[in-house]
């Protein structure tokens, strides 16, 4: 069943990524859109909470405040992500995200004990170096921008699934994927300025690329997180990794985007590479 589920979650991630970046390319209103994302996501793990098993009964505060908290952080991380599709391609961005591998394999050391192999020093290695090609050969401000926005999230994330860890001790997977999409959905509404109108006039501009890409998302979302609970970890990572290579077609042939196709596809083939060896070295 993980095959399965691995399967409809790279599906659907892609399809989101590249109609993220046809509606978020040059200066579109990315919060508006992190709102929905968030929003969109809740309302699709919404009911596989209500046919799930019953409900886990959580009575200690601290398990919602450390909801909150993670919650929180999602939405910094989102606000940034989505900043730098503004600025950069599917395969860019993604080869750029594979640096939060890094950290989470750095937290492990330093927090779980966890032990140093040759595979890791080599993936690490590897990421390392795709973050470099790409920074050599493309060198433009906008590209820097968008690098920029890309890789500071991959702290925030590495954090995040370091604290996902403690919250499954509480919360299944229908539950803790709908609370990890409410509270940003919530935390982008409050916090944004102008929210109503920009939340309503981003969706009347894209209102079938929005509900799409954020239904994908949802779906997405709840497929890996399943794949994760009945799979090994390492087999769901490495079948995912390989829609990376439908993203840099899509890209190529859906968005047009054909600036230096073969650098791009060095940089996402280490990436991933490097994440990969890290993740299950």
């Known amino acids: 069943m993980w095959f399965f589920f691995t399967i409809i979650a790279g599906s659907c991630f892609t399809v989101t990524r590249v109609i993220e970046r046809h509606i978020l390319k040059g200066q579109k209103d990315s ?10 996501g809740a309302v699709i793990s919404l009911p596989f909470i209500l046919v799930s098993p019953q409900m886990p009964e959580i009575k200690s505060y601290w398990y919602w405040a450390l909801m909150l908290l993670v919650g929180l952080m999602i939405t910094l991380h989102n606000f940034l992500s989505f900043k730098s599709i503004n600025y950069l391609g599917p395969s860019l961005h993604t080869a750029m995200t594979k640096f939060r591998i890094l950290w989470i394999f750095a937290l492990g050391i330093v927090f779980l004990n966890e032990a140093l192999s040759i595979d890791k020093v080599a993936g690490a290695v590897l990421t390392i170096t795709a973050g470099l090609l ?3 050969k493309f060198k433009s401000k906008e590209n820097f921008k968008g690098l920029l926005y890309a890789f500071v999230p991959t702290f925030v994330y590495a954090a995040i699934i370091t604290l996902y860890s403690v919250l499954f001790n509480k919360f299944n997977t229908a539950s803790l994927t709908f ?3 409410l509270v940003p959905a919530i935390a982008n509404w409050i916090i944004m300025p102008g929210s109503n109108n920009r939340i309503l006039t981003f969706l009347k501009r894209h209102p079938v690329f929005v509900i799409i890409s954020g239904c994908f998302a949802g779906f997405g979302n709840l497929a890996m997180n399943e794949a994760f609970k009945v799979g090994e970890q390492g087999r769901v990572i490495i079948l995912l990794e390989v829609f990376a290579v439908v993203l840099v077609a899509s890209e190529y042939f859906i968005l047009k985007e054909k600036e230096k196709p073969v650098i791009k596809i060095i940089a996402l083939i280490l990436a991933i590479i490097g994440g990969v060896l890290v993740k299950i070295g």
């Open 31 to 40: 919060w508006a859109y992190s709102f929905w994302f968030s929003f969109l």
């Open 134 to 136: 790409i920074l050599g």
């Open 179 to 181: 609370f990890i999409f």
